[in-house]
């Protein structure tokens, strides 16, 4: 198995959830760090996602966006600033997260893929590191980053035994069971190749049932369960007026 790992981060929605910005919702302010005078300095919600490849020792990453959005590529230039190097793909159309990923195999096909989303914050910090670490040790194909979350059928539960083995991977259902989530995603080669035929056959496909997939077809589906962790998403009103006020602690 490659031990070479690239970031692959989607950013070419186009923020309809949250209404008309002006401006990508991948850059708004709201991480913060502190900064030299010890006062909390804003970040964009897109650096959590470098910061999580940085702690995972990841050094280069992909970053699929638009035409609609210059002001991203201003920002992050060649990535010298966040200590990665970057490359920008294109996208035409936002159509959905199995189609932007399956726009990165091309580019990604000697490495594993890492997929952070870019208006999603995930604690701990140390995510993809440890997620990194049972993709190696377990020989997995896939492995998925599991949070909890009291909107599971907003989002994606994923279903695993006691040994971390991923049974089933459910898609914005509408009763569930589960009080969790995918919030990131590392794969290899043999998942890399059924995304590429599941796009193709089907362009509507979403990136959770292509999860599916992956189990239904045998492969190597591993969890990673972050019980005490928690993630943001700030695509929405509602999860960017419940992240604010934690990330001004400095969270």
């Not at 008309?20 to 850059?27: I, R």
Request: proline share 7%; aromatic share 8%; net charge negative.
């Amino acid at each position: 198995m490659t031990m070479d790992y690239v970031g692959v981060i989607p950013a070419a929605g186009l923020a309809s959830r949250l209404g008309p910005l002006g401006y990508p919702k991948e850059l708004l302010p709201i991480t913060y760090v502190p900064g030299e005078d010890g006062h909390l300095r804003p970040l964009p919600v897109i650096e959590a996602s470098f910061r999580q490849l940085r702690t995972a020792g990841v050094e280069r990453a992909l970053v699929i966006t638009s035409d609609r959005k210059p002001e991203l590529m201003q920002y992050l230039g060649n990535g010298g600033g966040i200590g990665l190097d970057l490359a920008f793909l294109q996208q035409a159309r936002a159509e959905g997260l199995a189609a932007a990923a399956s726009l990165a195999l091309s580019w990604t096909r000697s490495a594993n893929a890492c997929l952070l989303l870019p208006d999603t914050i995930v604690r701990p910090e140390t995510a993809l590191k440890d997620m990194r670490a049972r993709f190696e040790a377990e020989h997995a194909d896939l492995v998925l980053g599991v949070l909890p979350t009291d909107k599971p059928k907003e989002l994606g539960p994923v279903r695993f035994d006691s040994r971390m083995r991923v049974i089933e991977v459910q898609d914005k259902p509408a009763e569930t069971d589960l009080a969790n989530s995918w919030a990131m995603a590392i794969w290899g080669p043999r998942f890399a190749e059924l995304l590429g035929g599941a796009v193709k056959q089907n362009s509507g496909q979403t990136l959770g049932g292509v999860f599916q997939q992956a189990v239904d077809a045998g492969l190597n589906v591993q969890a990673v369960w972050f019980s005490g962790g928690a993630f943001y998403d700030v695509g929405t009103p509602k999860g960017l007026a419940e992240a604010l006020p934690q990330f001004l602690k400095g969270l």
